[in-house]
């Protein structure tokens, strides 16, 4: 239990769905990120959140929006995805102003027929 | 940010220390050396940081010999549950708050019994 919870942890969607990805951090943190893991592949860093401002967007298509409603919450809205988006989506928090450590949640598994 | 350089693989047996190093030649004064461990389908976890010489805890030590263009993850005795992928980050700094946010390919260690 890392105080970072992902709902939900398996996802299978058509290209014309639209889902959401959801995060939760428990640990009184005030920034927030979305990386992507691929097969085989480095994880990717999408979006970083800092006290609900989005401070970095690592030239993400806009079929992903992120929402950050308050520094707790963090959402990943789906629309459109296309099979090559198939992928592990993690969720982060960190205290931000300091250089430590990262939390991770379990992750969300996508898959995108 | 410093880019980091890893092996792929390791192999190694239960009981044995494990090293494992990182070579980041262009690190910055301020950055700070952050190790973290991912299981399969599961979100990347902290092991350790430092800035130089030697830093320990309850799970490993962090090698960085004094120029700081590289170091070494060192794991005494791994058990079969320390297979895993282990990730070498650079950039954090405590001063600026700016904090080591890209993954390389990370290094994969297999324990065998």
Redesign the interface.
Same mark, same amino acid.
């Not at chain 2, 708050?97 to 990370?106: E, I, N």
């Given at each position: 239990e890392t105080g970072v919870t992902q709902t939900p942890r398996h996802l299978v969607m058509g290209m014309t769905n639209k889902k959401s990805l959801k995060c939760e951090q428990h640990l009184g943190h005030n920034a927030m990120y979305w990386y992507k893991q691929s097969a085989k592949k480095p994880l990717e860093l999408m979006f970083v959140y800092n006290f609900k401002e989005q401070t970095e967007n690592n030239s993400v298509p806009s079929r992903f929006s992120p929402e950050c409603p308050n520094s707790s919450h963090l959402f990943l809205h789906l629309h459109t995805l296309q099979p090559e988006d198939s992928a592990l989506y993690l969720c982060a928090s960190s205290q931000g102003g300091s250089g430590g450590e990262l939390f991770f949640g379990e992750g969300s598994r996508l898959t995108v027929l | 940010l410093a880019k980091t350089t890893q092996p792929i693989s390791m192999d190694s047996y239960e009981g044995q220390e494990v090293n494992i190093t990182c070579s980041h030649n262009n690190i910055a004064t301020n950055d700070?050396i $952050?190790w973290?461990q991912q299981f399969p389908?599961? =979100?990347?976890? @902290?092991i350790i940081?430092g800035y130089k010489t030697k830093v320990t805890n309850e799970v490993a030590s962090l090698f960085i010999p004094a120029d700081r263009k590289s170091s070494t993850l060192s794991l005494p005795r791994v058990s079969l549950s320390d297979t895993a992928v282990y990730?070498c980050l650079v950039g954090? $700094?405590?001063d600026t =708050?700016?904090?080591?946010?890209? @993954?390389?390919?990370?290094t994969r260690l297999q324990v065998q019994p």
């Open positions: - | 700070y $952050t973290y389908s599961q =979100g990347p976890r @902290f940081q990730y954090a $700094t405590m =708050g700016r904090r080591a946010l890209t @993954f390389g390919s990370g």
